[in-house]
């Protein structure tokens, strides 16, 4: 087992941009090796992120097979242990009443942002519980605490994600791989482009700190939870709400 954080390589899904490149400048930055997964890297420079990954793949976490090619790969050129996997790639969906939300939009929505985060957890947990350590973060959202009206497709996802991890939090509870999820409220990221200006404001309204999140908020939460400091917490949502959410 190594808990050190120096000699550790993490996983972030939805790398490229937004939440998840600050969660993976963040880590690197605190000398953990990181490994970026996305659907799309377009536009994406390493240097001019000021990043030097261990490696940057391409996969589509609703894709099985692209996460388990993906997961082994990571695992060969990390040297034989991945540590960390912070499940971060998502998307918001189309903004629209339940009754006339496109079926095929409500099926992407779940795929990507819960079936994801359990193809991406299914590869890692055997791995990780037979090295005896692992630290797992997924993010989800207040939406999956509140709900979000027009948004039910990613509050339904979201709130999977964090009844999945307190079920596979507890299940692997005594193995040393322990598994948490963060629900942010809005920061600005390029996620905003899916929605209305009308729902940025009614998000925004409800925070009372009275101001967005900001992504480095984000990446410092997760870098703790990631790390061996958290160690007796499990299967747990921290909130990221600006006071919004206090339960
Ligand atoms: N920005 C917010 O206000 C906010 C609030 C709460 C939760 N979140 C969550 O944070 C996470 C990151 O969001 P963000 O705001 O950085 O959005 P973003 O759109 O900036 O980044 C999301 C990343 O996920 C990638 N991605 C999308 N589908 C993918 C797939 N099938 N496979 C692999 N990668 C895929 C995208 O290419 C993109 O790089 C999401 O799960 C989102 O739901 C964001």
Redesign the pocket.
């Known amino acids: 087992m190594n808990t050190n954080r120096q000699a550790q390589t993490a996983i972030i899904?939805?790398g490229?941009?937004?939440?998840?490149l600050g969660i993976a400048k963040r880590l690197a930055d605190e000398g953990t090796d990181v490994i970026l997964?996305?659907?799309?890297f377009q536009g994406f420079d390493a240097a001019t992120a000021g990043l030097q990954p261990l490696l940057q793949q391409q996969?589509?976490?609703?894709n099985w097979e692209s996460v388990g090619r993906a997961f082994q790969e990571a695992v060969e050129v990390a040297g034989g242990q991945i540590q960390i996997l912070v499940n971060?790639?998502?998307?918001?969906g189309p903004i629209a009443p339940t009754a006339e939300y496109p079926l095929d939009q409500w099926q992407r929505v779940i795929d990507?942002?819960l079936t994801?985060v359990f193809h991406c957890c299914r590869a890692a947990i055997p791995h990780m519980t037979h090295k005896g350590y692992g630290r797992i973060v997924n993010?989800a959202?207040?939406a999956g605490k509140e709900g979000n009206p027009n948004s039910a497709a990613y509050a339904a996802a979201?709130g999977g994600v964090i009844a999945f991890t307190k079920s596979i939090a507890k299940e692997i509870a005594q193995s040393g791989v322990l598994v948490n999820c963060v629900a942010?409220?809005?920061?600005e990221?390029?996620?905003?482009q899916q929605m209305t200006p009308e729902f940025i404001s009614g998000i925004k309204a409800k925070i009372p700190m009275g101001r967005f999140?900001k992504i480095e908020e984000v990446a410092a939460m997760v870098a703790w939870i990631a790390g061996p400091d958290c160690s007796f917490t499990t299967g747990f949502t921290f909130d990221l709400t600006g006071g919004r959410a206090t339960y």
């Open positions: 899904t939805g490229a941009r937004g939440l998840g997964w996305d659907v799309n996969v589509d976490v609703s971060n790639a998502g998307i918001n990507i942002d994801g993010v959202s207040i979201k942010p409220t809005m920061a990221t390029d996620l905003l999140l």
